[in-house]
């Protein structure tokens, strides 16, 4: 596939990086030139130096053959300019704006095909603001990813030396939990990740394992991980922006697992900002005015009955050191949002709980758009242990690789797995393990795969794509 990603930026940079190693061709503009050398250096790919809202630039780039243009610079009129400019003159099929204004919500003719011309619109805060309530809502899970349809969830979990589980074979788990609905996909250990699951393979103290189930079967599944899990029902943000905002009024308008409504503090140092917050939120939500970083200030709000403290500020450099400061003084558990990459790979020598990278989220929104074949969504896990997809199988035994196939025959590449099938109707849904006896796939099955390496991908789209005809 032919993609042009304008905007060399942290986003910018991230989606050419996951994507190159596809064997797609990349072209990139930016503005920067460092910006373009410095991914030039990194990458196999294009990059040309320019403004993305120029037709020469953009013609120069190859965007009369481009197959999706990828709009994420900073400016949300140069994203949304451009896939204007990439349809009414070089008609590139896709085109996908980042938009950050919540203003434009208001307008969603502008952000149409009959608006910009944009086929797909990205919305960074929320996707952040989904990751971050479904890590409050799951207790001791260090990730949780939603597919699009049934009552069905990705955890990421640590093995705590005390649990039920820790050195114990992946088999145990069924004997842990007869009644739930469980499938392990991948485990990070701490030197390497094991990508061929096995119900002989043990797991080790300090492993992090990322595994299948249903909602309601969560927390129990996760307690088998854990010595002890916590409830989450009381929460400070520190910072005062707009994610902040988005954050609180989620949490807000939702119960807690248990039914109770959660107990939101929010810590903000400009006196106006918390005006306005204190106007936009409902009365139960209580704004401090003070720095994130104050320690006095943490002990008199009672940080140490905090569940959880996220910091998520426009400062990498607070967001780490108020969830430092929070911890020492007795908070459960700390989330940092944190852009550059350089400070996520110090945080695994630190006490904070879980680093949360912005760029994470809005690729992850990004990979659904992207991926060929009928994706439905695709996500990246932590700390680099692959990706999972949600693929709908489509075609007949005749026309179809997979159709009619039991799962454990289906061909898929080492490194590669059939996680669970969700079958039927929105109203009449049933997920099915990959572990079930005798499953076989059908058409119109959502079909979920782990994906060990990402150059194995191109393959796994091949293999689900029925033959010629068929549509």
Not at 77 to 84: C, D, F, R
Not at 415 to 434: F, P, Y
Not at 445 to 462: A, F, M, S, T, W
Request: charged share 25%.
């Amino acid at each position: 596939m032919r993609i042009l990603i304008l905007g060399a930026g942290k986003v910018g940079s991230s989606v050419a990086g996951n994507l190159v190693s596809e064997s797609n061709d990349i072209t990139i503009v930016d503005k920067d030139k460092n910006k373009i050398n410095e991914i030039q250096s990194q990458y196999d790919l294009q990059g040309i130096v320019g403004d993305a809202t120029s037709p020469s630039v953009l013609a120069e780039a190859g965007a009369a053959d481009a197959d999706m243009v990828i709009s994420v610079t900073a400016s949300d009129e140069t994203n949304l300019v451009t896939t204007l400019i990439a349809e009414q003159l070089f008609n590139v099929p896709a085109r996908i704006a980042r938009v950050r204004n919540e203003e434009l919500r208001e307008y969603p003719a502008l952000l149409s095909t009959a608006g910009f011309r944009a086929t797909s619109v990205i919305w960074p805060e929320d996707a952040v603001t989904k990751s971050i309530v479904e890590l409050i809502q799951h207790p001791e899970a260090l990730q949780v990813i939603d597919f699009s349809t049934a009552d069905l969830i990705l955890v990421s979990v640590k093995v705590a030396s005390e649990s039920r589980i820790a050195n114990c074979p992946v088999e145990d788990i069924h004997i842990l939990v007869p009644d739930c609905r469980v499938f392990i996909v991948s485990i990070c250990k701490k030197k390497f990740k094991v990508t061929n699951v096995k119900g002989s393979t043990v797991l080790e103290p300090g492993d992090e394992v990322f595994f299948l189930t249903l909602k309601q079967d969560a927390p129990t599944v996760i307690r088998q991980f854990r010595k002890k899990v916590r409830r989450s029902d009381r929460v400070m943000i520190a910072g005062g922006g707009s994610l902040s905002l988005q954050l609180a009024k989620a949490l807000d308008n939702m119960e807690t697992p248990y039914g109770d409504a959660y107990n939101i503090k929010i810590i903000e140092e400009d006196v106006t900002r918390c005006q306005y917050l204190s106007q936009h939120l409902s009365s139960s939500v209580l704004v401090l005015n003070g720095d994130m970083t104050d320690e006095t200030l943490f002990i008199n709000e009672g940080i140490a009955n905090i569940d959880v403290f996220v910091a998520v500020s426009n400062d990498d450099e607070d967001n780490f050191m108020s969830c430092l400061l929070a911890k020492r003084l007795g908070a459960h558990c700390t989330i940092a949002l944190i852009n550059r990459a350089s400070y996520i790979d110090l945080v695994d020598s630190t006490d904070i709980d879980i680093v949360f990278s912005p760029n994470e989220s809005v690729l992850s929104d990004l990979l659904r758009h992207i991926r060929q074949g009928d994706v439905v969504s695709a996500h990246n896990l932590r700390r680099d242990a692959g990706e999972v997809m949600e693929m709908v199988a489509h075609g007949t035994p005749k026309n179809s690789k997979v159709i009619g196939k039991p799962v454990k025959k289906v061909g898929v590449p080492a490194g590669v797995s059939i996680g669970c099938i969700i079958r039927g109707a929105s109203d009449d849904q049933e997920v099915l393990m990959a572990s079930d006896e005798g499953l076989t796939i059908e058409d119109g099955d959502h079909v979920i795969l782990y994906v060990g390496n990402r150059k194995q991908i191109p393959e796994i789209e091949k293999l689900f794509s029925p033959s010629v005809g068929f549509f």
